[in-house]
């Protein structure tokens, strides 16, 4: 099992950006993959980007494509999501996961971190 804690949320204005962490510990190296999904008030949970820990490999929800970046730092168990450019419908709770396919699918990812709130003001 792997231990997940987000951090880095808060509240911004349109046109600015926010760094999220996601700190991973326990099994780590049984996690392959991990991804970043958000949850807005009244909808489902859904797919922002993914990456490999080895090799690297990334993959983002076209809603985000192009202003959020996925990153992880190997040594530091830790992956990053870099959000450029927010909207106001970036808002939402955003948590990491963790799991072994190379997936955009929730239920494919076993291990999860408990949230970090991201509110974009217009």
């Known amino acids: 099992q792997v231990q997940l804690v987000e951090s880095g949320g808060g509240s911004v204005q349109a046109g600015d950006s926010l760094r999220l962490s996601c700190a991973a510990s326990g099994r780590t190296f049984s996690s392959y993959v991990t991804g970043w999904f958000r949850q807005a008030p009244g909808k489902e949970r859904e797919f922002v980007a993914r990456?490999?820990?080895?090799?690297?490999?990334?993959y983002y929800a076209d809603s985000v494509k192009g202003r959020f970046t996925i990153s992880r730092d190997n040594a530091k168990n830790t992956v990053y999501l870099q959000m450029n450019s927010l909207k106001p419908e970036d808002t939402a709770v955003y948590y990491c996961?963790?799991?072994?396919?190379?997936?955009?699918?929730?239920?494919?990812?076993?291990?999860w971190g408990r949230g970090t709130q991201v509110t974009v003001s217009s």
């Open positions: 996961a963790a799991g072994i396919y190379y997936s955009s699918y929730r239920y494919d990812y076993n291990d």
């Open positions: 990456i490999r820990w080895s090799g690297g490999n990334t």
